[in-house]
């Protein structure tokens, strides 16, 4: 995408050709008056004058009213008297309606472009939408992009520059306001003004209030298309995942760092498959807090329509949206829902998968991809092909040193009480099997028995036991399924967890079983 230099440096050759129809599109009409300004500071040869419904018919170099008429009609009028009369001469006309169809409008500006061809004019038109067919033809056309992460840090870092010598307390250095011109990137140079404006408007600008920066940001997209954002009540813990933890250190470096001056592109993301319940959706939520990242999720059952295109169209959306938020942690849940091919699906999955994989390779977006998946062997195998998500991690249940991490993590969180050594090795030998989501409730259900039946006492040990022992794993409720699956990932995929060695895996008793 062009940015301000490339399509400024567009417009002045157009000028200098002297093009008779300059149409620039753009949502941000005042970056385009400075663009215009710029060019034509350094074609004084020519005359410039700008019409706007508040300020009628100027003198864009100077500001100085050519009209008291501050009308369309008068406007053009003046145009086209001033092209009889002289030569080299450009309006700048924003605000028109009626020029996306052809109109009485159009048609008019239409008759004005070939007048001021014959007398070496231009006519340049400032629009938001893509103006009638018959009227784009009579010259060219540019496009002025949102601006890029270093223009946004140009304008952050003037601004910053104008209050350090205040009373206002300013934190802030190079790195920082790097960072926040990047969390605003994909939003107008207005708005990240306005964002940055209203933080220093509380006395103060800490590093701190970085984080604050994407809150200011959904606040101006609204509802998002697409995709949900995901509001994080609590610093989120992980037990367990070792091998996962180390890798996603290096990530957020790398998320965080400063990659303009690098052949280095962001991270694209991981994708976890594994056991369910043994904290695949739970890392999600966990990366975000920690990286103190927005994290949003894209439900990719939810984006599969019933007319043809319809999914297509709706993933892109998605897709563009992200895209728009960044820098975030993009969850995407049970992937294979939408991606895993079918009977009857007329090749919607194969489209989107394509769609999809197209974006991963070639999104250049700190979007952060967190992708999950039970139901491995319908995964298509594109997807799992070395080099579209970062890493792909194995999540297997819990061996006994992950267990007494979980068991004493959700002890402390309910119950905020601290296992006795005995007691806690007595609990990490009955969940044999056990996964993350198991133990999370059975402590649950621990909890609420104190508060609801015990009156507030801390549970006896032998209460505590028996809960344990009342409780029938996944694992064991539906052995072949998990048997698949770790047949599948074990081979296939990085340990999320310690490697183990080649003990007996958990949930397996280490007796001999008959096959019949």
């Given at each position: 995408m062009p940015d301000l230099g490339e399509t400024q440096n567009i417009v002045h050759r157009y000028l200098s050709a002297r093009v008779p129809l300059i149409v620039i599109r753009s949502i941000e009409p005042n970056r385009v008056r400075g663009l215009l300004g710029s060019c034509a500071a350094s074609l004084r040869a020519m005359a410039f004058y700008e019409h706007s419904r508040t300020e009628g018919l100027k003198d864009l170099l100077t500001g100085q009213p050519v009209s008291d008429d501050f009308s369309l009609t008068g406007a053009l009028e003046q145009a086209r008297t001033t092209f009889k009369s002289r030569t080299n001469v450009n309006f700048v006309f924003t605000d028109v309606e009626d020029l996306d169809q052809e109109s009485s409008t159009s048609r008019h500006f239409a008759e004005m472009v070939r007048l001021a061809e014959g007398r070496q004019g231009s006519i340049i038109l400032v629009v938001q939408k893509p103006v009638w067919t018959g009227l784009a033809r009579l010259g060219m056309s540019a496009t002025l992009d949102l601006p890029t992460t270093d223009e946004l840090f140009d304008a952050l870092n003037?601004?910053?520059?104008?209050?350090?010598?205040?009373?206002?307390?300013?934190?802030?250095?190079?790195?920082?306001?790097?960072?926040a011109a990047e969390i605003l990137s994909g939003i107008t140079e207005m708005e990240?003004?306005?964002?940055?404006?209203?933080?220093?408007?509380?006395?103060?600008?800490?590093?701190?209030?970085?984080?604050?920066?994407?809150?200011?940001?959904d606040r101006i997209f609204g509802d998002l298309s697409g995709i949900?954002?995901?509001?994080?009540?609590?610093n989120y813990k992980v037990g367990g995942l070792k091998n996962l933890k180390r890798w996603l250190v290096q990530r957020e470096r790398l998320m965080k760092s400063d990659l303009s001056q690098t052949t280095l592109h962001p991270p694209k993301g991981v994708l976890l498959v594994g056991v369910p319940g043994c904290g695949k959706s739970l890392s999600?939520?966990?990366?975000?807090?920690?990286?103190?990242?927005?994290?949003?999720?894209?439900?990719?059952?939810?984006?599969?329509?019933?007319?043809?295109?319809?999914?297509?169209?709706?993933?892109?959306?998605?897709?563009?949206?992200?895209?728009?938020?960044?820098?975030?942690?993009?969850?995407?849940?049970?992937?294979?829902?939408?991606?895993?091919?079918?009977?009857?699906?007329?090749g919607t999955s194969r489209r989107l998968v394509g769609q999809f994989l197209y974006w991963l390779q070639e999104s250049s977006s700190k979007v952060f991809m967190v992708a999950t998946a039970n139901e491995v062997t319908s995964l298509p195998p594109e997807l799992l092909r070395k080099g579209r998500f970062d890493e792909m991690f194995f999540v297997d249940l819990p061996d006994a040193g992950d267990r007494e991490e979980?068991?004493?993590?959700?002890?402390?969180?309910?119950?905020?009480?601290?296992?006795?050594?005995?007691?806690?090795?007595?609990?990490?030998?009955?969940?044999?099997?056990f996964s993350g989501s198991d133990i999370d409730a059975v402590i649950h259900d621990i909890a609420v028995h104190q508060l609801t039946d015990a009156a507030g006492a801390l549970p006896t040990d032998l209460t505590v036991k028996n809960h344990f022992a009342t409780v029938v794993p996944y694992s064991q409720t539906n052995s072949e399924d998990v048997a698949a699956i770790r047949a599948w990932g074990?081979?296939?995929?990085?340990?999320?967890?310690?490697?183990?060695?080649?003990?007996?895996?958990p949930g397996a008793s280490g007796r001999r079983i008959v096959i019949f």
């Open positions: 003037g601004m910053v520059d104008d209050h350090r010598g205040v009373v206002v307390p300013i934190e802030w250095q190079y790195e920082h306001i790097r960072r990240a003004i306005n964002v940055l404006a209203t933080m220093l408007a509380k006395g103060r600008l800490l590093v701190d209030d970085i984080v604050e920066l994407s809150q200011f940001k949900e954002r995901i509001t994080l009540r609590e999600a939520k966990a990366i975000a807090a920690q990286w103190q990242l927005p994290l949003y999720r894209l439900d990719m059952a939810g984006i599969l329509g019933m007319y043809v295109g319809q999914s297509e169209s709706q993933l892109r959306e998605a897709l563009e949206t992200a895209d728009r938020v960044a820098p975030c942690v993009l969850w995407i849940d049970e992937i294979e829902k939408a991606l895993a091919s079918g009977p009857g699906d007329s979980i068991i004493r993590l959700y002890f402390s969180k309910y119950l905020s009480y601290d296992l006795a050594p005995d007691l806690c090795e007595e609990l990490v030998q009955a969940s044999e099997g074990l081979s296939r995929c990085v340990p999320a967890g310690e490697p183990r060695d080649g003990g007996s895996a």
